[in-house]
């Protein structure tokens, strides 16, 4: 816990303090007209007893006994309000330490959540573990094993410290090289790493082939697809990375990461083939970014001929609309981009 935290803590408890303590010191302060209230008082129950006893004999003194109490009372209503009585002090020390107990689990439950208030999910989620850094790391350190590596070097992806990542998961694939997202992450982090050095234009094939290990060894893990498709891209692969990137898109339907490089992938497509363009504006939606499939079928080496797409294209197929507007120029570019996935 920060430095800071615990200032924030140890002052919500004094304010709490305060509050509570408030009546206590008050109920010290004395009354200044304490005598002369209670002189008054005393003079009231005297007259109204006197007149409660009043004999038949007496009753010719009963209108002044009934003056004077009358007086009294007036008296008695002229005088500030006294100051509200003492509470027992069990009380007020029980309420003390409900307050303090109350405002020390508050402070603790929601301070945390308080001060990463400012922070998106994923800056938060990046402090969180980033704080737990050093521990992860001094327990994988001691005693190596395969668990705590990959911990440290997830806590260390998250956090964004990528040496440190790089280092942990190598560390675990030495004792079993079998570990999808210890591949993967690895393989992301040399092939970025690249850029950064000014090496983009030679990709690094080993980071590659991590990458596309992991893959194979774990195909429905979105983020092996995320990353593989992130990786094809790299090395020119448009239509292959967009089958991945959609694979993603699949298992994770919530997951956003592939959106923009699928949209940059798409307009480098678009601008380098025409044919692309029309498909991506008209056949994609069914038919997969990269033709892969979705509604519907695939259209990768399915052994389609020019002369059928066209024909498909012009009249539509069974729940296929048709498209007759495409023609020309376009339906050639397109059916040129549909025949090339044949080979
Ligand atoms: C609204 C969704 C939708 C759109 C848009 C769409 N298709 Fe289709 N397509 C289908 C469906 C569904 C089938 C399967 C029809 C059947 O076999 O009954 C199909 C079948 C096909 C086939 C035959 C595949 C095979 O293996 O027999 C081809 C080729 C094809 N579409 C090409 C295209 C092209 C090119 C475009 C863009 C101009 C396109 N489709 C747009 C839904 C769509």
Redo the contacts with the bound molecule.
């Keep these: 816990m920060t430095a800071l935290t615990l200032t924030l803590l140890a002052l919500l408890l004094v304010a709490g303090a305060l509050l509570v303590l408030a009546p206590l010191r008050q109920a010290g302060v004395s009354d200044p007209d304490a005598l002369r209230r209670s002189e008054l008082e005393t003079e009231r129950e005297r007259l109204f007893a006197e007149l409660r006893g009043l004999t038949a004999a007496a009753e010719g003194r009963r209108p002044e006994l009934e003056n004077r109490a009358a007086r009294v009372l007036r008296s008695l209503d002229g005088l500030p309000p006294a100051p509200s009585g003492r509470l027992p002090a069990g009380w007020l020390w029980g309420g003390l330490t409900l307050a303090a107990v109350l405002v020390g689990v508050g402070a603790f439950s929601f301070i945390p959540a308080w001060q990463l208030g400012g922070l998106n999910p994923g800056e938060a989620k990046t402090v969180k573990t980033a704080v737990l850094l050093p521990g992860l790391a001094e327990r994988a350190k001691a005693n190596g094993s395969v668990p705590d590596e990959l911990a440290w070097g997830r806590a260390a992806f998250d956090a964004g410290q990528y040496d440190q990542a790089a280092g942990a998961y190598a560390a675990a694939l030495k004792q079993n090289p079998r570990q999808p997202e210890a591949l993967r992450r690895l393989g992301i982090i040399l092939l970025t790493r690249d850029d950064t050095q000014g090496q983009a234009a030679r990709p690094n094939d080993q980071a590659f082939l991590l990458i596309r290990t992991a893959a194979q060894l774990a195909p429905d893990d979105p983020e092996s697809q995320l990353l593989l498709g992130f990786a094809l891209s790299r090395y020119g692969q448009d239509t292959l990375a967009l089958n991945a990137l959609e694979r993603y898109r699949s298992l994770n339907p919530q997951g956003r990461d592939a959106d923009e490089m699928i949209a940059v992938i798409r307009g480098r497509q678009n601008s380098a083939d025409p044919g692309l363009g029309?498909?991506a504006a008209?056949?994609a939606?069914?038919?997969g970014a990269a033709g892969g499939g979705g509604?519907?079928?695939?259209?990768l080496h399915?052994g389609?001929t020019r002369a059928?797409?066209a024909l498909?294209?012009r009249n539509g197929?069974?729940?296929?609309?048709a498209?007759p507007q495409?023609s020309g120029k376009s339906l050639d570019e397109?059916l040129a981009v549909?025949e090339g996935w044949q080979k």
Aim: with cysteine.
């Design positions: 029309v498909y008209n056949c939606s069914c038919h509604v519907g079928p695939s259209l399915a389609l059928s797409v498909i294209v197929k069974g729940a296929m609309p498209f495409i397109l549909v």
